[in-house]
């Protein structure tokens, strides 16, 4: 059966239920229809957070043949469940445009889901629109400043970085020109739409603890320069106070249910190749201060999302994981070898062994956080024992735990001696958390320690660009802030061709830009696209509803 099948044989229970398994009153929830709610920040009890052990799922660096880290993450907290620990799974929000695109919906996949899978695909409750309507709110105030002829602040149109941003995958809109049709309609100016994924709103919303750290972060979102060069923030144009009320609701984490009845929270989706790629600060210590144990996920593989989410995540709130699973496929790991794509269901110990490489790094990058980590094989039918072999003997050579799981076919049951060992793990592992680098060192060493010692570099370069936006940085004090460095998810170097292990290769940082309301700065390398394209046959071509509502085509 396909994903949706299976969603729609299931019975979901009321979601006041899901509520009172997690200790909140059924009448204070908000409601969303039968199956989803938002939880008021009041239940949010800080005294209780660390009581819980956090669990982070991670993976290899991902590839076309798919890894499975967001159905891992559901098999796996339903297995736990399972396993007599109370926990809850905590999730990104999906953004329209893939789900629309081409890598489709993010509510996990076979008897690992997110429910009801259709409504957290599209639209949810409202939170990207919220997002981007506070995002294009800012931009809207910038470009009436520019155009005012008695509350100007002397904004120079041309250091304007503040773009839109919708939740759609459209190239047309990449570049643009605003301000066109005479002198009532604005300054003509060159600007564009990056998707809301991307917005820096979605990252700070992430980020926040509460309104008044909501609103302090969005007020000092950096707009650009006055023609004499004074730096301009958000705050000037007095923004941050509608756009927080904007997002009433949206700082509110979701509730919903997985597949089977695991309490499942929901909350935020920054990309990880642009930003942090974590959900919610306030979600991740909702679900701790109401359960035993929280399964959350960090985007693409180990060097992008989970990496941010110790460096800046953790660092910011205060938190740190007790264990980490990283996901690999042996489909994946052939990839990685050289395998070609449409070849991966054909045996190939010899193609395993050189795509080894990348989950092997990976690994190593484990061990520079101090954190304990766990291998999860997700498997496929067409995985050998040969295959599956050299994966557990590879990773017994590093001591690291490597469990099989069929969380796609079996749900929480495939995914019960990974919740065992989990379990184990997160509980005898001694706390020796420590984050890759101080942020109180200087861009430069922050920037050159991740390429070293996460990527494998061999050095970096900067182009003059990055040069001049490195003394930016320096003459606003924002050296102090820690870097989210902007790279391709597909290699552990900039370069999307170099798979497996890379080495020898130098990371070129093209740009440098500001995200001073989410608290970091975002070297650039690479081409990262902030506004995707639809595919020649975009999953929309497939999603259809019926007279009767019903959705089919998501997947």
Not at 463 to 488: F, I, M, S
Request: glycine letters at 10%; hydrophobic letters at 40%; a neutral charge.
């Amino acid at each position: 059966m396909t994903d949706l099948e299976i969603a729609h044989g299931v019975t979901m229970r009321p979601i006041t239920e899901i509520a009172e398994t997690l200790g909140l009153p059924k009448e204070e929830i908000i409601l969303y229809g039968k199956y989803k709610a938002k939880i008021p920040l009041k239940y949010l009890d800080r005294t209780k957070v660390n009581n819980a052990r956090l669990i982070l799922v991670s993976a290899i660096s991902p590839t076309p043949a798919g890894e499975g880290k967001t159905t891992v993450s559901i098999g796996l907290a339903q297995a736990m469940n399972r396993l007599g620990k109370k926990t809850t799974v905590v999730l990104r929000e999906p953004s329209l445009g893939p789900v629309f695109g081409v890598k489709g919906g993010a509510t996990g996949g076979g008897y690992s889901q997110v429910l009801p899978m259709e409504d957290i695909n599209l639209h949810f409750t409202g939170d990207f629109a919220a997002i981007e309507k506070a995002h294009n709110l800012l931009a809207a105030l910038i470009d009436n400043n520019i155009q005012s002829k008695t509350r100007s602040l002397g904004i120079d149109p041309r250091t304007v970085s503040w773009r839109r941003v919708m939740d759609m995958n459209d190239r047309s809109l990449r570049t643009i020109i605003v301000g066109l049709g005479g002198t009532a309609s604005g300054i003509p100016r060159e600007t564009g739409f990056d998707i809301t994924a991307a917005s820096e709103v979605m990252a700070i919303l992430c980020l926040a603890e509460d309104f008044i750290d909501l609103k302090r972060r969005l007020g000092n979102i950096f707009v650009g320069y006055t023609y004499d060069k004074k730096p301009i923030y958000a705050r000037d144009l007095h923004a941050e106070g509608a756009m927080a009320a904007l997002l009433k609701d949206a700082i509110m984490p979701n509730l919903v249910q997985t597949l089977e009845g695991t309490p499942a929270i929901i909350h935020g989706g920054p990309f990880a190749n642009i930003a942090q790629g974590t959900n919610s600060v306030i979600a991740t210590k909702m679900a701790m201060s109401h359960s035993d144990f929280v399964v959350t996920e960090a985007g693409f593989g180990f060097d992008l999302g989970a990496e941010k989410f110790m460096d800046i995540k953790c660092k910011s709130a205060g938190l740190h994981p007790d264990a980490v699973v990283l996901v690999a496929t042996v489909r994946a790991l052939k990839y990685h070898g050289g395998q070609s794509l449409k070849d991966l269901a054909t045996p190939s110990v010899e193609n395993l062994a050189k795509g080894i490489g990348n989950l092997q790094k990976h690994l190593e990058n484990m061990a520079l956080f101090g954190i304990c980590p766990v291998v999860a094989i997700n498997r496929f039918a067409t995985d050998t024992d040969a295959e599956l072999a050299y994966i557990e003997n590879a990773c017994k050579e590093l001591n690291v735990p490597c469990v099989l799981a069929d969380v796609w076919g079996a749900g929480g049951k495939g995914a019960e001696a990974l919740g065992d060992k989990v379990i184990k793990v997160a509980e005898q592992c001694a706390d020796t958390f420590k984050a890759l680098y101080d942020w109180n060192w200087t861009p430069e060493k922050k920037i050159e320690t991740i390429a070293h010692e996460v990527y494998g570099a061999k050095a970096v370069d900067y182009t003059a660009q990055a040069r001049a936006a490195l003394k930016t940085v320096y003459d606003l004090g924002l050296d102090k802030l820690p870097v989210c460095v902007a790279k391709t998810q597909k290699s552990l170097s900039d370069n999307p061709d170099l798979l497996g292990r890379p080495k020898d290769f130098v990371v070129t940082v093209r740009d440098i830009e500001i995200a001073a309301g989410a608290e970091f700065i975002i070297p650039i390398t690479g081409q990262i696209m902030r506004m995707p394209g639809l595919p020649p046959t975009p999953s929309a071509e497939k999603i259809d509803i019926d007279n009767d509502g019903n959705i089919t085509g998501l997947f």
